[in-house]
C-alpha cells in the first residue's frame, strides 16, 4: 500500500509544483499577447498616464508625437496613409493598431515604481517604423497634386520602405478638429491607395505570365511569332501592339526582347497557349484571390477562375496583359516585384521594426516572415535578367542608372479618366535593397510617367 | 514547530484577512472601515476555535495542517470581499458555521476515534447518494432543487422570506471518501488478486470489480443528471486513486483513466454543454461575446498581473464571470500577482503533503485510505479548478478548496482537515 501511496503523493506534488510553472507560462503568453487586445476592456484603465508615446522612422525622425497633451504630425501629410492620427474618439492606420504599444508603462504599480527606481523608463515608447524618411519624402513630394501611390520595400525581408498615397489629408487638421470625421470620409484623401486601390494592372502583369511561359519549357531566348494583330479563338476584337505594327523588324521575336518591348501580340498568345489553369495558377501562387497578411489591411487582389478564363479566350488573352477583369493593389505588386528580386520567395510585408522603451531597450520586434513561393529560383534568376533588359533597353529606360542595374517592367492600364501608369522595379538586380512600385492613376503611359518617378526616388534610395 | 508557533501563525493569517480587507477599502478611497475588524476577528475566532478544539480532543495532532488552510482562506476571503463586498461578509458567516460544524464533528470523534466510522459506512453511503440524488428533486417546494449555469447541483430550502441553498455534492464527497476507505480496507486482498486472466492481462474475480463499474456508473450518473462534469470525475478519480493505492495494482489507474477517457469522449458527443466547454477551453476567443467570454476574461486578467500585480483593489477581477468561485485564484493573480498565486500553490502544496504524510504514518489501513482520500479529494478538487482556469484543462464547475465563496465548500473542506488531524492525532497515540 505504502508504494502506490508515496508515488500518488509524489504525483500530486508534482501537479502542484507543475501548475505554479503553467502559471507563469501562461502570464507570459497571456501578457504578451492579449495585453493589448482590443476586447480587453482592462488595458483602457490601468494607466494614469494618458500620454501616448512617439513614432519614428528607421532613422529615429519622430513622426508622430505629444506636445503638451496634443496629438501632432510634424510631417504633415507624408505620413498621413501610414501613421494615421488618433483623435479623442477615432484613430486610423498605425494610431489605430498601435495604440496599445503606444500606452504608458506607468500602470502605478509596484513593478513600474521598481524600474523607474533602477533607471529605467516607464515612460510611454517608441513605436519605430521600417520607413526611411530619406525616400518616404521624396515618393510623397513626387506624388503632390497626382492620384496615385508609391509603395517600396525591402525584398528579402517585406520590411516597407516607402509607403506614400496621393491625395493626403493632414492629420494635425483632423486632430484639431479643422476637417471633421465626416468631411474626412467623404474626401478622396481617406482612401489609402497603397493597399486599398485595386486596379488593372496592364503590362506589369507580363512578368507573371513571363514566368509561366519560362515554367513551361521556354527560355528568354526562345523565338515566337511576332505579328501586328493577334485574335484570339472567339474574340471579336483583335489585339494590336501600341505601335500599331509589329513589336520587332522581323517575324519573329524572343521572350525577353517581347518583354522588354511590351509586346501585347506576343504575350496575349502565350496566355491563351498556356491556357486559363496556367495563367490563374502563376497569378494566385503570386497572392491573387487570397487576403495579404498586412498590419493595415489590404484590399484582395483578384483574377477570374480557371474555368472562367478557359472558357473566354479573348478574355484571357487580354487578362495576360493585365486587363479586363484583373485587380491589383499597387501593395500586390510591390510583394511580387519583391519576390521575383528574392529569388522567388515572397515576404511578408510589414511596417513597424520594434517598440522600443524610451531609453532604448527592445519590448518587441517584428521578424521577416515568408509569404510563398512565387516561382523557383532559377525562373526568378532568368525573368530578372529579362526586366533588367526592359530597363537597359525596352520601356523602362526611364530608370536606367550608371551605378547599378535596375530590373523593372512597366504598365499601362485602361482607365476611364485616362490610362494608369504603373511601373514596377527592383535594384540592384543581382542582390535587391529595394523594390518598388509606383502607380498614378489616369497618369498616362507606365514609361513616361511612372518610371522617372520610380527613377527618382531610386535616386535617393541610392546616393548614400 | 511548537503549539505556540502554530497559533502565532494563525494570528499572523487573522491579521493578514484584517490588513488585506483594509487595503482593499483604502484602495477605494473609503479609508479602514469596520470592515477589516470584523474580517480580521471573525477569522480568528473560527480558527482560533479550530485550534483550540484541535488541541483539546486531537491534541497529538500535527501542527502543520492548520496554517497552510488558513494562508489560503486569509487570501482567499479577501480577494471575495474585494470581488462582492456581500459575498464577502457572507462568507464570514459560512467560516463561523463551518468551523463550528469541524468542531463538533471533532468532539464526536473525541470518544471513540475515526474508527467508529466504519460502522456507519453504509449509512454514510445511503447519505451521499441521497444527497447527491436532492437537487434532482423539482423547484418549487420547501426543499427543492435548483439549476445554476445549467449544472443541477444546487438544493434550496425555503425559509419564509429567505432561500439557503447549499450544494450537497460537497458533503456527499466526504461521505463517500469514508465508506470507499473502508470498504476497501476490507476488500484489498481480494481485489489485489488476478485469478483470471484475459491474455496478457490479469484480472480480478468479476464480482470483486462489481464496485469499480458501480461507482463509475454512480459518477455518471451524476453528471448525466446533474450536468456536473467537475463533481463526477472528482469522485471517480477519487476511487480509482483509493482503488489503486488498497491493492498496489496500478491497473486499476489504467482501467480507470480508460474509463473516465472514454466517458469523457462520450459526454463531449452527447451533452451540449460538455461539448461547449470544450470550445470554450481550446478556442475561447472564437465565441469571445459567448461561451468563450468567461475563459477569455480570465486571459486577459492573466494577461494584466505580472509579477506583483495589479495591487489588492486595483485590478478588475469583476469582470470575470463567477470570479469569487471557480476564478477565485485568477483573480487573486491579477491583483496578487505571480507572487500571489506562488504563494497560494505553496500553501495547497504544503497542506498535501502534509495530509499524505498522516496518509502514509497511520496505524491501518483504514485509516490510511481515509486520510489519503481526503487528501486526494482536496488535490483533485485544486488541479482539477486550478488547470481549469489555467486553460491546462476544459473549466469545470468546482470551487477552489479553502478560498473559493461557499458556505458547502468551506464546510465540507474544513471537516475534512478536523478528520485528518484526528487521524494524525490517533496514529501518534
Same mark, same amino acid.
Given at each position: 500500500?505504502?508504494?502506490?501511496?508515496?508515488?500518488?503523493?509524489?504525483?500530486?506534488?508534482?501537479?502542484?509544483?507543475?501548475? +505554479?510553472?503553467?502559471?507563469?507560462?501562461?502570464?507570459?503568453?497571456?501578457?504578451?499577447?492579449?495585453?493589448?487586445?482590443?476586447?480587453?476592456?482592462?488595458?483602457?484603465?490601468?494607466? !494614469?498616464?494618458?500620454?501616448?508615446?512617439?513614432?519614428?522612422?528607421?532613422?529615429?525622425?519622430?513622426?508622430?508625437?505629444?506636445?503638451?497633451?496634443?496629438?501632432?504630425?510634424?510631417?504633415?501629410?507624408?505620413?498621413?496613409?501610414?501613421?494615421?492620427?488618433?483623435?479623442?474618439?477615432?484613430?486610423?492606420?498605425?494610431?489605430?493598431?498601435?495604440?496599445?504599444?503606444?500606452?504608458?508603462? !506607468?500602470?502605478?504599480?509596484?513593478?513600474?515604481?521598481?524600474?523607474?527606481?533602477?533607471?529605467?523608463?516607464?515612460?510611454?515608447?517608441?513605436?519605430?517604423?521600417?520607413?526611411?524618411?530619406?525616400?518616404?519624402?521624396?515618393?510623397?513630394?513626387?506624388?503632390?497634386?497626382?492620384?496615385?501611390?508609391?509603395?517600396?520595400?525591402?525584398?528579402?525581408?517585406?520590411?516597407?520602405?516607402?509607403?506614400?498615397?496621393?491625395?493626403?489629408? !493632414?492629420?494635425?487638421?483632423?486632430?484639431?478638429?479643422?476637417?471633421?470625421?465626416?468631411?474626412?470620409?467623404?474626401?478622396?484623401?481617406?482612401?489609402?491607395?497603397?493597399?486599398?486601390?485595386?486596379?488593372?494592372?496592364?503590362?506589369?502583369?507580363?512578368?507573371?505570365?513571363?514566368?509561366?511561359?519560362?515554367?513551361?519549357?521556354?527560355?528568354?531566348?526562345? #523565338?515566337?511569332?511576332?505579328?501586328? #494583330?493577334?485574335?484570339?479563338?472567339?474574340?471579336?476584337?483583335?489585339?494590336?501592339?501600341?505601335?500599331?505594327?509589329?513589336?520587332?523588324?522581323?517575324?519573329?521575336?524572343?521572350?525577353?526582347?517581347?518583354?522588354?518591348?511590351?509586346?501585347?501580340?506576343?504575350?496575349?498568345?502565350?496566355?491563351?497557349?498556356?491556357?486559363?489553369?496556367?495563367?490563374?495558377?502563376?497569378? #494566385?501562387?503570386?497572392?491573387?484571390?487570397?487576403?495579404?497578411?498586412?498590419?493595415?489591411?489590404?484590399?484582395?487582389?483578384?483574377?477570374?477562375?480557371?474555368?472562367?478564363?478557359?472558357?473566354?479566350?479573348?478574355?484571357?488573352?487580354?487578362?495576360?496583359?493585365?486587363?479586363?477583369?484583373?485587380?491589383?493593389?499597387?501593395?500586390?505588386? +510591390?510583394?511580387?516585384?519583391?519576390?521575383?528580386?528574392?529569388?522567388?520567395?515572397?515576404?511578408?510585408?510589414?511596417?513597424?521594426?520594434?517598440?522600443?522603451?524610451?531609453?532604448?531597450?527592445?519590448?518587441?520586434?517584428?521578424?521577416?516572415?515568408?509569404?510563398?513561393?512565387?516561382?523557383?529560383?532559377?525562373?526568378?534568376?532568368?525573368?530578372?535578367?529579362?526586366?533588367?533588359?526592359?530597363?537597359?533597353?525596352?520601356?523602362?529606360?526611364?530608370?536606367?542608372?550608371?551605378?547599378?542595374?535596375?530590373?523593372?517592367?512597366?504598365?499601362? +492600364?485602361?482607365?476611364?479618366?485616362?490610362?494608369? +501608369?504603373?511601373?514596377?522595379?527592383?535594384?540592384?538586380?543581382?542582390?535587391?535593397?529595394?523594390?518598388?512600385?509606383?502607380?498614378?492613376?489616369?497618369?498616362?503611359?507606365?514609361?513616361?510617367?511612372?518610371?522617372?518617378?520610380?527613377?527618382?526616388?531610386?535616386?535617393?534610395?541610392?546616393?548614400? | 514547530?511548537?503549539?505556540?508557533?502554530?497559533?502565532?501563525?494563525?494570528?499572523?493569517?487573522?491579521?493578514?484577512?484584517?490588513?488585506?480587507?483594509?487595503?482593499?477599502?483604502?484602495?477605494?478611497?473609503?479609508?479602514?472601515?469596520?470592515?477589516?475588524?470584523?474580517?480580521?476577528?471573525?477569522?480568528?475566532?473560527?480558527?482560533?476555535?479550530?485550534?483550540?478544539?484541535?488541541?483539546?480532543?486531537?491534541?497529538?495532532?500535527?501542527?502543520?495542517?492548520?496554517?497552510?488552510?488558513?494562508?489560503?482562506?486569509?487570501?482567499?476571503?479577501?480577494?471575495?470581499?474585494?470581488?462582492?463586498?456581500?459575498?464577502?461578509?457572507?462568507?464570514?458567516?459560512?467560516?463561523?458555521?463551518?468551523?463550528?460544524?469541524?468542531?463538533?464533528?471533532?468532539?464526536?470523534?473525541?470518544?471513540?476515534?475515526?474508527?467508529?466510522?466504519?460502522?456507519?459506512?453504509?449509512?454514510?453511503?445511503?447519505?451521499?447518494?441521497?444527497?447527491?440524488?436532492?437537487?434532482?428533486?423539482?423547484?418549487?417546494?420547501?426543499?427543492?432543487?435548483?439549476?445554476?449555469?445549467?449544472?443541477?447541483?444546487?438544493?434550496?430550502?425555503?425559509?419564509?422570506?429567505?432561500?439557503?441553498?447549499?450544494?450537497?455534492?460537497?458533503?456527499?464527497?466526504?461521505?463517500?471518501?469514508?465508506?470507499?476507505?473502508?470498504?476497501?480496507?476490507?476488500?484489498?486482498?481480494?481485489?489485489?488478486?488476478?485469478?483470471?486472466?484475459?491474455?496478457?492481462?490479469?484480472?480480478?474475480?468479476?464480482?470483486?470489480?462489481?464496485?469499480?463499474?458501480?461507482?463509475?456508473?454512480?459518477?455518471?450518473?451524476?453528471?448525466?443528471?446533474?450536468?456536473?462534469?467537475?463533481?463526477?470525475?472528482?469522485?471517480? *478519480?477519487?476511487?480509482?486513486?483509493?482503488?489503486?493505492?488498497?491493492?498496489?495494482?496500478?491497473?486499476?489507474?489504467?482501467?480507470?483513466?480508460?474509463?473516465?477517457?472514454?466517458?469523457?469522449?462520450?459526454?463531449?458527443?452527447?451533452?451540449?454543454?460538455?461539448?461547449?466547454?470544450?470550445?470554450?477551453?481550446?478556442?475561447?476567443?472564437?465565441?469571445?461575446?459567448?461561451?468563450?467570454?468567461?475563459?477569455?476574461?480570465?486571459?486577459?486578467?492573466?494577461?494584466?498581473? *505580472?509579477?506583483?500585480?495589479?495591487?489588492?483593489?486595483?485590478?478588475?477581477?469583476?469582470?470575470?464571470?463567477?470570479?469569487?468561485?471557480?476564478?477565485?485564484?485568477?483573480?487573486?493573480?491579477?491583483?496578487?500577482?505571480?507572487?500571489?498565486?506562488?504563494?497560494?500553490?505553496?500553501?495547497?502544496?504544503?497542506?498535501?503533503?502534509?495530509?499524505?504524510?498522516?496518509?502514509?504514518?497511520?496505524?491501518?489501513?483504514?485509516?490510511?485510505?481515509?486520510?489519503?482520500?481526503?487528501?486526494?479529494?482536496?488535490?483533485?478538487?485544486?488541479?482539477?479548478?486550478?488547470?481549469?482556469?489555467?486553460?491546462?484543462?476544459?473549466?469545470?464547475?468546482?470551487?477552489?478548496?479553502?478560498?473559493?465563496?461557499?458556505?458547502?465548500?468551506?464546510?465540507?473542506?474544513?471537516?475534512?482537515?478536523?478528520?485528518?488531524?484526528?487521524?494524525?492525532?490517533?496514529?501518534?497515540?
Amino acid at each position: 500500500m505504502n508504494p502506490a501511496m508515496r508515488r500518488i503523493a509524489a504525483v500530486s506534488l508534482g501537479a502542484m509544483g507543475f501548475l +505554479a510553472v503553467w502559471l507563469t507560462f501562461q502570464q507570459v503568453t497571456a501578457g504578451s499577447t492579449y495585453s493589448d487586445d482590443p476586447r480587453n476592456v482592462r488595458a483602457l484603465g490601468d494607466t !494614469d498616464d494618458d500620454r501616448r508615446g512617439i513614432i519614428t522612422t528607421a532613422e529615429g525622425i519622430v513622426v508622430a508625437e505629444d506636445v503638451e497633451g496634443i496629438r501632432s504630425y510634424p510631417e504633415g501629410t507624408t505620413y498621413f496613409h501610414l501613421v494615421g492620427y488618433a483623435a479623442a474618439d477615432f484613430s486610423t492606420a498605425l494610431e489605430s493598431t498601435r495604440a496599445g504599444d503606444l500606452r504608458s508603462l !506607468d500602470d502605478g504599480s509596484i513593478t513600474s515604481w521598481l524600474i523607474t527606481l533602477f533607471g529605467g523608463s516607464v515612460e510611454p515608447p517608441e513605436v519605430r517604423l521600417t520607413v526611411v524618411d530619406r525616400i518616404q519624402q521624396v515618393a510623397a513630394r513626387e506624388l503632390e497634386g497626382l492620384t496615385g501611390a508609391i509603395v517600396a520595400v525591402e525584398p528579402a525581408t517585406g520590411a516597407v520602405l516607402a509607403y506614400a498615397s496621393s491625395p493626403a489629408a !493632414d492629420p494635425n487638421d483632423l486632430v484639431s478638429g479643422e476637417i471633421t470625421l465626416e468631411e474626412h470620409l467623404k474626401d478622396r484623401a481617406a482612401l489609402d491607395r497603397v493597399a486599398f486601390r485595386l486596379l488593372p494592372s496592364g503590362s506589369a502583369f507580363k512578368v507573371l505570365v513571363a514566368a509561366a511561359a519560362l515554367e513551361s519549357g521556354m527560355t528568354p531566348e526562345t #523565338e515566337l511569332e511576332d505579328s501586328a #494583330e493577334y485574335l484570339a479563338p472567339g474574340a471579336g476584337q483583335p489585339i494590336v501592339n501600341v505601335s500599331g505594327g509589329r513589336c520587332s523588324g522581323g517575324n519573329e521575336i524572343s521572350l525577353s526582347d517581347a518583354l522588354a518591348v511590351s509586346c501585347n501580340t506576343v504575350f496575349a498568345s502565350i496566355a491563351v497557349e498556356l491556357g486559363g489553369a496556367v495563367i490563374n495558377e502563376i497569378a #494566385e501562387r503570386a497572392g491573387f484571390n487570397r487576403v495579404l497578411p498586412f498590419e493595415l489591411g489590404a484590399a484582395v487582389s483578384s483574377i477570374p477562375s480557371a474555368g472562367d478564363l478557359s472558357a473566354d479566350e479573348g478574355a484571357l488573352a487580354q487578362t495576360g496583359l493585365g486587363e479586363r477583369d484583373l485587380r491589383v493593389t499597387p501593395l500586390q505588386m +510591390a510583394v511580387i516585384a519583391a519576390g521575383i528580386g528574392n529569388g522567388g520567395m515572397m515576404m511578408q510585408p510589414y511596417v513597424v521594426d520594434s517598440v522600443l522603451t524610451r531609453d532604448g531597450s527592445k519590448l518587441s520586434g517584428t521578424s521577416a516572415k515568408q509569404l510563398g513561393r512565387v516561382m523557383d529560383g532559377a525562373t526568378a534568376a532568368d525573368l530578372t535578367a529579362m526586366m533588367a533588359a526592359v530597363v537597359s533597353g525596352g520601356t523602362g529606360r526611364a530608370t536606367a542608372r550608371a551605378d547599378v542595374t535596375v530590373a523593372g517592367k512597366t504598365g499601362t +492600364a485602361e482607365g476611364s479618366g485616362g490610362p494608369h +501608369a504603373w511601373f514596377i522595379a527592383f535594384a540592384p538586380a543581382e542582390q535587391p535593397t529595394i523594390a518598388i512600385v509606383v502607380m498614378i492613376e489616369g497618369g498616362g503611359s507606365g514609361g513616361s510617367i511612372a518610371a522617372p518617378i520610380a527613377a527618382r526616388v531610386l535616386d535617393a534610395w541610392f546616393q548614400r | 514547530m511548537t503549539e505556540r508557533a502554530e497559533g502565532g501563525l494563525l494570528i499572523v493569517a487573522a491579521l493578514l484577512t484584517g490588513a488585506g480587507t483594509a487595503v482593499v477599502t483604502i484602495t477605494n478611497g473609503e479609508g479602514v472601515t469596520i470592515d477589516a475588524y470584523v474580517a480580521g476577528a471573525a477569522f480568528l475566532a473560527a480558527f482560533g476555535g479550530i485550534f483550540f478544539a484541535i488541541r483539546t480532543w486531537a491534541p497529538k495532532a500535527t501542527h502543520f495542517l492548520l496554517p497552510p488552510v488558513a494562508l489560503i482562506a486569509a487570501i482567499g476571503s479577501i480577494e471575495v470581499f474585494r470581488i462582492d463586498r456581500d459575498l464577502g461578509r457572507l462568507q464570514r458567516y459560512w467560516l463561523l458555521v463551518a468551523a463550528a460544524i469541524a468542531m463538533v464533528v471533532l468532539r464526536l470523534l473525541h470518544g471513540r476515534g475515526v474508527e467508529i466510522l466504519r460502522r456507519f459506512r453504509y449509512i454514510f453511503l445511503a447519505a451521499a447518494i441521497g444527497l447527491l440524488l436532492l437537487p434532482l428533486l423539482p423547484s418549487g417546494l420547501p426543499l427543492g432543487g435548483a439549476a445554476v449555469n445549467g449544472s443541477r447541483l444546487w438544493v434550496r430550502l425555503d425559509l419564509g422570506e429567505r432561500a439557503l441553498s447549499f450544494q450537497p455534492g460537497e458533503a456527499a464527497k466526504v461521505l463517500l471518501v469514508v465508506f470507499f476507505a473502508s470498504y476497501l480496507a476490507e476488500r484489498r486482498r481480494g481485489l489485489a488478486e488476478m485469478p483470471r486472466s484475459l491474455g496478457p492481462i490479469g484480472l480480478p474475480e468479476p464480482r470483486q470489480l462489481l464496485p469499480l463499474l458501480l461507482a463509475f456508473g454512480a459518477s455518471f450518473a451524476v453528471l448525466i443528471y446533474q450536468r456536473d462534469l467537475g463533481a463526477s470525475i472528482l469522485l471517480f *478519480g477519487m476511487f480509482a486513486v483509493l482503488l489503486y493505492a488498497a491493492t498496489d495494482r496500478p491497473a486499476y489507474l489504467v482501467a480507470g483513466g480508460m474509463l473516465v477517457a472514454g466517458g469523457a469522449a462520450a459526454a463531449r458527443n452527447i451533452f451540449s454543454h460538455v461539448q461547449t466547454r470544450v470550445e470554450a477551453w481550446l478556442r475561447p476567443f472564437d465565441d469571445f461575446t459567448g461561451t468563450g467570454f468567461q475563459v477569455a476574461q480570465g486571459v486577459f486578467a492573466l494577461s494584466d498581473a *505580472g509579477l506583483l500585480g495589479t495591487g489588492l483593489g486595483a485590478g478588475a477581477p469583476y469582470l470575470i464571470p463567477a470570479a469569487a468561485t471557480d476564478y477565485i485564484f485568477v483573480s487573486v493573480v491579477e491583483e496578487t500577482g505571480l507572487a500571489g498565486g506562488f504563494a497560494m500553490l505553496a500553501a495547497f502544496g504544503l497542506l498535501l503533503a502534509v495530509g499524505f504524510g498522516i496518509a502514509l504514518r497511520a496505524g491501518d489501513a483504514f485509516r490510511s485510505l481515509l486520510a489519503l482520500g481526503l487528501t486526494v479529494t482536496l488535490a483533485l478538487q485544486t488541479v482539477l479548478i486550478l488547470g481549469g482556469v489555467l486553460r491546462l484543462l476544459p473549466l469545470t464547475g468546482i470551487t477552489l478548496p479553502f478560498a473559493s465563496y461557499g458556505g458547502s465548500s468551506l464546510l465540507a473542506n474544513l471537516t475534512i482537515i478536523v478528520i485528518l488531524a484526528r487521524i494524525s492525532h490517533e496514529e501518534r497515540s
